[in-house]
């Protein structure tokens, strides 16, 4: 990453370089944003000058980064020659400035088209096209385009995204990616960007990026946002108070409906996602919400008292981010009161966050299963994801071999019936689906809460119970199959009686196991499988090869 | 079934029944609403002497049904001795009103106790406790609850829900609890409290439960609610239409800001989540939105036209709901406007709603994964779930038994070296695992939009990459373990070769079989990881023992 520090040079600072060399350096670092920035402080004059000096492919390059503005103002110095050169590209697809239209519904087909009018701009090396396409993407978008992307051509598009634009962006990146990006760009960009964003984004950001970058962005914030910036960030992430926005608007129970109007007409603009405001006490005490439904609806005379709710009570600053969502979910909130152990009002969470939190979880839960990372980018350079890879399949050969050991406790057996040889893995793999079955049952019925200490004895009931029938049932097919094939009325029954013996275990594994994890603070989801693997593995091949030793031989 | 028809007597027909007799068999059936019901109509003193009339534990039993406002009408005129004995359960254990207290950020910890609260009032036959308890928690926790116990004791606790909150009970319950719960409620309370809720939940139940209790709903409602009703109910479920709510508050983009209040203040309530206006002009035709937070904040004298929002383009009605929630979560909308294919306005999507669809897709993905269905009651009887699961084990069966005719293929082989019989599960796991990693990635990047035409080919490019490097990787590694335990350079030169062969088919199977399955318009998280595992364990043991014939006899 030592090829950034170089952009950090100020360009307010004495540089030794004049500004035509710095740019055709800049040009040959592919750093467009710092092009543009020198192209916006040189006379157009002095750029058409410089356009014509540049072998054909660097002019080329340079002219991609010149905007309509700087264009206009550029036209009446350029030669005939040069103008004809350039009019080609400036015209743009017809096609594409259809998608210009629905920002919203229509996004669906435009996200595929996005990424291919890109990569199709970028092949063509049309690096204004590209511009162009992202100024009508909403910053989301663009990030989802950005990760959809390998890494080179992620770098050139990311070049291309307005230096305004770039922090919203970045709060929209899976973290990896997130970190990769922000250290392109130049820290004063990066700094200026983020003064743009809501507090919980940046605070986000900050969580996220690393040192170097986050003490960048928190220095560069000063007065109120500063407090309200180092307060969020005492908060764990994964709370209330790391979810939360420090901008509550605040009323008291006394006045009245009309005066808290004028008040808001005197703000002029809300924070965003404002759909009530917190009623609060002289000190501050948190007392309950008034809807800014009500608020519209209700007799200008009446006391805020009259119409607010207090049905919501203030969320501990404390409470666990995965609480704060099944409450949001339950409760069925837009917005909710954060409160400190006063209940002094202190923020607020607002549902999007909660949104992007569910995703998160459920994302997660469903990566960890196969020892993934969700935050990693799926372009990632191969030698970084399969250094990530081999761990899990390390893990996993640990227990294939315990496995392969148990079987080979039994190589005599083996030698006098090959035919438990091939069936074996039957065993093995019926276990492992009946355990996976009621594992993820578990899993799930903790997360939701209805797994509680007061129902686990029903559940297990009920998990066995089903194995049994389960395991009698498989167990009579699979043998009359096996005897079929191998007309061996032996090798059946111990087949049989060794699937019905390895699903009962994993019924009691795939309960067992997530309550322990869950228990010892370990989350279930991540290493549940595994270990359930190597459970019916284990029991499924001695208990076949067990019984056959003693029955057979 | 059949024992929920009696229910459907109304109470108003003339009954065959004296009060007495009635009451005398709904506390036989269980049937607490009806008794209650029946309660509800008789005179007080009447009341009394069928307490006195009935056995020590009917008494009991109707005692229970008597609520709070019907004993002080009863006290009068019931004798001392019956008195006395009621005395002892009118009476609340103390600590359970502490969880009265926090309704909100404090039900975590209430959760648990709720439902130990409940199973021991249960025990003890306390059902005015139960009752009590039911009062003071929230609709979505007493879903939670119901879903958290077994069958008997859930539908007695249902009995005690008010008849009132029943209808918004139902809609937090997954579908098949919902149908039998609802079941077991008179068809007239069903209608009576579903004509409270509102319309997009009153779709989804409509939508869920069977037909003869749908059309009793559908019919019940009359007039204007009649018509959105059947409107909303002819989009399908997974589609912005099925999402929607009917009740968008239009305002024109001429009119004065102050003339919005006005009209506002005359309307007294707006439905809930109402965070915008929708702007639309004489024909309908949707133009824009006016955020309330908006509408507080502008001068009284500016125009809708001024103020309002044009970024956010209407939903069409057709989009999916996946889609739909998409759009909420990257434009962090509270709610959006759903329009026709004409861009004319016909209701509103509120992200409460898109909240649930979220957690239930991902609830969905990952139960489907093991073959479950994430609408199951966790606690169904055991013969239903039973014949579930076995379902699924028997698609295995195949499976394994595939794998298990491929071993068979090389019985001769396996007889020579039984070494062969050891180490096989290994290559078969360890492709197992690398697959379902790529699997796991493929399958997330399709559901975020990472994975698209544009760079599957990039995506290719890695997982081979990433595969073979692992392949080696892990074939030195085993072949070297393999060597070790068995001291024979052939075992374990077959064992690598075979488990880099099955790394690389696991890598391509799992980049290819949920693309496919996309194709096809199959969930690829159902069926996915049972096809991966099929061809990893078949050319896992395919190539080792085919590799092992060739080079080992």
Redesign the interface.
Known sequence: MHSTQPDNNHLDELSPLTDIEQITQALADGKNKRVRKLLARMHPAKVAALLEMLDPEQRQALWQQVDAALETRLRPHMNLDLLGQFAVDSGDAPGSEASD????????PD??NQ??DI?IALEGGKLKRVGKILLRI?P??VA?LL????PTERSTVWSMVETERTGKVLT?LHDEIRISLARQLEVEDLVATAQRLELDDLVDLIQTLPSELSSALLQSSTGRRREQLESMLSYPEDS?GGLMDADPIEVRANVKVGTV?RY??L????P????ILMVVDRKGHYQGTLR??T?????LGLRVSDVMQT??????VH??AT?VA?????????S?PV?DDDNRLIGRIT??D???L??Q???R???Q????D?EAD??AP??V??RR??V???I??L???L??WV??RF?AT??HV??L??????V???GG??G??T???V???LA????????IR??LN?EV??SI??GL??AV??AL?AVA?FGDWGIGGVLGAAILINLLCAALAGLAIPLILDRLGIDPALAGSVIL?TVT?VIG?FSFLGLATVLLL
Not at 147 to 150: C, G, M, T
Not at 369 to 372: D, E, P, Q, R
């Open positions: 239209a629905g920002q919203g519904g229509r996004t669906a996200a595929v990424l291919a990569r909403h989301a978008k989802g990760e959809s992307l390998p929209y209330a109007l808001l007409r703000l002029e603009t809300l965003s996602h404002t759909d800014l439904s608020l519209v609806t209700a007799e049905d919501i009570a203030g969320i501990s409470t666990e609480e099944r409450l949001f979910q339950d409760l069925d909130l837009l909710a409160v549902v999007d909660v949104v992007d569910i995703r979880d459920s994302d839960a469903m990566m299963m196969a020892g993934l969700d799926i372009f191969v030698l994801s399969s890879r081999a899990w399949l390390g996993n050969l227990t294939a071999f496995a392969a079987i080979g190589q083996l030698e090959v035919a040889a091939v069936l074996m893995p039957i093995a793999s019926m689906v009946a996976s079955q594992l993820t049952l899993i799930r019925g939701l809460g209805q797994v509680q200490k007061g129902n029903i559940l009920r119970g089903i029938l389960n049932l498989w097919v699979v199959l094939w693997t593995d091949f």
